[in-house]
């Protein structure tokens, strides 16, 4: 299938970015210092190498079948019937991927800016939303994505470094933690928030030299692991442990801590939210493009538009599941590790049969 090639390296890493940085900002401290107590830093940067390998996997991959996705390349790899069951079963986690980004940022919303908003309205909004952005084509896709990389990155790092001024350096301490049992739990479910990064797949076809991809996957889980591990151990620092496991959001209470010098401007979190919304807007965005066209190639037509209303309802359904925001994180822990078999391991599996069977795609033009 030809694709026009278009993406640049940069673009292709904003697109990866921000299919990273979401809703899982928020939990994030509270999963890692569950998991490894004051080495909370290292869980947290033990599952960004686990993201980096399985994206590297993907990328070299893509950068083998520079013409196709997964979609096509598994069957070609795997045989066609293999290929599209696996192909379904991706289709179908980025399905339940997004359900539950959009039902997460509802639980936010009501909680934090609209208690008297119904949580279905919020979570149909964003929805509605998405799907009509999914519309456009993946030119338009990465300028969306270009445009709103900066706005998410910088008052990121503005608010983390306002928010130092009480931070103590012995809630960092051991580095290791005091009870290693819950790492490996812990690093890959954090792994599992970075998922959307798995989008890379869908965009390699569409760059103009798909030979530099490994660049912008280097460049992006750089970018959105740094800032993942900076929140952690600002928040921790700031925090404590034992603080932290009383807080649902604290990467939401550190911006509630943050002040401006000269105190003209009280509240940061007020924009630290609008930077929050953003942050899902471009994952949920990421995740449903990601979706409508992974099924447009599994059935080989033209145009991707047609599934961006005909998936809504299923996502809408499955994002109303979960009976309370307890029950909700328990189902993303568990969607988001299980997902680990499908964004990592299966793509492994499919780079070593590759190389055994030496097959390959046709180089670009």
């Given at each position: 299938?030809?694709?026009?090639?278009?993406?640049?390296?940069?673009?292709t890493t904003a697109i990866v970015i921000n299919a990273v940085l979401g809703v899982g900002l928020l939990p994030l401290p509270l999963i890692a210092v569950r998991a490894g107590d004051t080495g909370a830093p290292m869980v947290t940067f033990l599952a960004i190498l686990?993201?980096?390998?399985?994206?590297?996997?993907?990328?070299?991959?893509?950068?083998?079948?520079?013409?196709?996705?997964?979609?096509?390349?598994?069957?070609?790899?795997?045989?066609?019937?293999?290929?599209?069951?696996?192909?379904?079963?991706?289709?179908?986690?980025?399905?339940?991927?997004?359900?539950?980004?959009?039902?997460?940022?509802?639980?936010?919303?009501?909680?934090?800016?609209?208690?008297?908003?119904?949580?279905?309205?919020?979570?149909?909004?964003?929805?509605?939303?998405?799907?009509?952005?999914?519309?456009?084509?993946?030119?338009?896709?990465?300028?969306?994505?270009?445009?709103?990389?900066?706005?998410?990155?910088?008052?990121?790092?503005?608010?983390?470094?306002?928010?130092?001024?009480?931070?103590?350096?012995?809630?960092?301490?051991?580095?290791?933690?005091?009870?290693?049992?819950?790492?490996?739990?812990?690093?890959?479910?954090?792994?599992?928030?970075?998922?959307?990064?798995?989008?890379?797949?869908?965009?390699?076809?569409?760059?103009?030299?798909?030979?530099?991809?490994?660049?912008?996957?280097?460049?992006?889980?750089?970018?959105?692991?740094?800032?993942?591990?900076?929140?952690?151990?600002?928040?921790?620092?700031?925090?404590?442990?034992?603080?932290?496991?009383?807080?649902?959001?604290?990467?939401?209470?550190?911006?509630?801590?943050?002040?401006?010098?000269?105190?003209?401007?009280?509240?940061?979190?007020?924009?630290?939210?609008?930077?929050?919304?953003?942050?899902?807007?471009?994952?949920m965005y990421a995740t449903y493009m990601f979706t409508i066209y992974a099924i447009k190639q599994l059935f080989r037509l033209r145009d991707h538009k047609m599934f961006s209303f005909f998936i809504l309802p299923f996502v809408f359904v499955i994002a109303m599941l979960?009976?309370?925001?307890?029950?909700?994180?328990?189902?993303?822990?568990?969607?988001?590790?299980?997902?680990?078999?499908?964004?990592?391991?299966?793509?492994?599996?499919?780079?070593?049969?590759?190389?055994?069977?030496?097959?390959?795609?046709?180089?670009?033009?």
């Amino acid at each position: 299938m030809d694709f026009p090639k278009n993406l640049t390296v940069y673009q292709t890493t904003a697109i990866v970015i921000n299919a990273v940085l979401g809703v899982g900002l928020l939990p994030l401290p509270l999963i890692a210092v569950r998991a490894g107590d004051t080495g909370a830093p290292m869980v947290t940067f033990l599952a960004i190498l686990v993201t980096l390998f399985g994206l590297a996997v993907l990328t070299m991959l893509g950068m083998r079948f520079p013409e196709q996705s997964i979609i096509h390349y598994s069957e070609d790899i795997i045989g066609k019937w293999l290929g599209r069951i696996g192909s379904l079963f991706i289709i179908a986690f980025f399905i339940t991927l997004t359900s539950l980004v959009a039902r997460e940022f509802g639980e936010v919303v009501i909680t934090n800016i609209l208690p008297e908003t119904p949580l279905e309205i919020t979570v149909i909004v964003m929805l509605v939303l998405a799907s009509i952005f999914s519309r456009n084509d993946m030119m338009t896709f990465a300028y969306i994505h270009v445009f709103y990389l900066p706005i998410l990155f910088v008052p990121s790092i503005a608010i983390i470094a306002l928010s130092l001024g009480d931070a103590d350096p012995l809630y960092l301490q051991p580095l290791w933690g005091h009870d290693a049992s819950g790492m490996v739990t812990g690093v890959f479910t954090i792994a599992a928030l970075l998922q959307g990064s798995f989008i890379i797949t869908m965009i390699i076809p569409f760059m103009r030299a798909p030979e530099k991809a490994m660049k912008a996957t280097i460049w992006s889980i750089a970018a959105a692991g740094g800032l993942y591990v900076l929140i952690v151990i600002n928040t921790l620092a700031l925090f404590g442990p034992e603080e932290i496991k009383n807080l649902l959001w604290p990467t939401l209470e550190l911006a509630r801590t943050a002040t401006i010098p000269g105190e003209f401007v009280e509240r940061l979190d007020i924009f630290f939210l609008v930077v929050f919304v953003t942050a899902v807007f471009t994952t949920m965005y990421a995740t449903y493009m990601f979706t409508i066209y992974a099924i447009k190639q599994l059935f080989r037509l033209r145009d991707h538009k047609m599934f961006s209303f005909f998936i809504l309802p299923f996502v809408f359904v499955i994002a109303m599941l979960p009976q309370n925001t307890i029950q909700m994180y328990e189902i993303i822990e568990r969607i988001g590790r299980a997902g680990l078999v499908l964004t990592i391991i299966y793509p492994v599996l499919l780079y070593v049969i590759a190389r055994l069977r030496k097959k390959q795609g046709r180089r670009s033009q």
